[in-house]
């Protein structure tokens, strides 16, 4: 479970919010706080008051997978492989098991071919699909995505969900400006002005967002 108690930090106030559901989206207008409150909760952002916690613990004492909007400015080596390697190696994992989980999760993502590549070299889906790579490498418990999809054609798009859905992550987290996805969660924040406007499933949320631009074109289609 994550809990959210009395969390105030820069735009956010969340007075009280247990999230219990595997699959958790965040949705909401620019500027809500979805960026800060995805931060907030992968321990990046240290909140100005209250907590988050994860099945009791600490967000910071977890192994937390992140995929931030702009992979641009979060990946930190210069080749494919050690940045994939990075958490396996950052947790003293012998050579060949980082070896492996490297050559795995490349697999997972659709991404063997490069493995040898510079990162420079690479368009946005690509680092998009080495920055996701990179997060579940090390089997994180918490698996947070900000807009990973937002670089990616539709068919990329569906194989990074398939990831996401297998990895071992207790709970994902992720942000999205698509509502076909967010309609594939187990559970819905719609943030406004900072706030969880409301939550609950795809189908409670959005039956309160019928008439906004936030409600899924396909559903209105079969509507
Ligand atoms: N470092 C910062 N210092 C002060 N204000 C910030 C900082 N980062 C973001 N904000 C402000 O907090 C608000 C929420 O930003 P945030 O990035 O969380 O929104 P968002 O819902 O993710 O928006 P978008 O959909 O545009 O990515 C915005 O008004 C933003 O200008």
């Known amino acids: 479970m994550i809990r ?27 500027g809500s706080g979805k960026t800060t409150l995805l931060e907030v909760c992968a321990g990046i952002e240290e909140p100005g008051e209250g907590t988050v916690r994860f099945l009791d613990h600490p967000t910071s ?12 400015r979060t990946l930190l080596f ?10 396996p190696r950052f947790r003293h994992r012998s050579c060949s098991e980082t070896d492996g989980r490297v050559r795995a999760a490349a697999e997972r993502v659709g991404i063997p071919h490069l493995l040898k590549r510079s990162v420079a070299t690479l368009s946005g889906g690509e680092k998009a699909l080495v920055a996701l ?3 579940v490498a090390d089997d994180p418990d918490l698996l947070i995505l900000d807009e990973a999809d937002s670089h990616l054609d539709a068919g990329t798009a569906e194989r990074v969900r398939g990831v996401v859905r297998e990895s071992t992550a207790a709970h994902v987290l992720w942000c999205t400006q698509s509502m ?16 969880v406007r409301h939550h609950g499933t795809p189908e409670e949320v959005f039956s309160l967002l019928e008439e906004t631009c936030f409600y899924p074109t396909l559903w209105r289609m079969l509507r």
């Open 4 to 30: 959210i108690a009395g969390l105030r930090h820069r735009v956010l106030d969340i007075p009280d919010l247990a999230l219990e559901a595997r699959q958790i989206a965040v949705i909401g207008e620019n």
């Open 61 to 72: 004492a977890v192994k937390v997978g992140w995929v931030g909007e702009f992979p641009d």
């Open 78 to 87: 210069s080749r494919v492989y050690d940045e994939i390697a990075s958490s």
């Open 133 to 135: 790579a990179a997060a």
């Open 180 to 195: 076909e996805t967010a309609a594939g969660a187990d559970y819905l924040l719609f943030m406004a002005a900072g706030a």
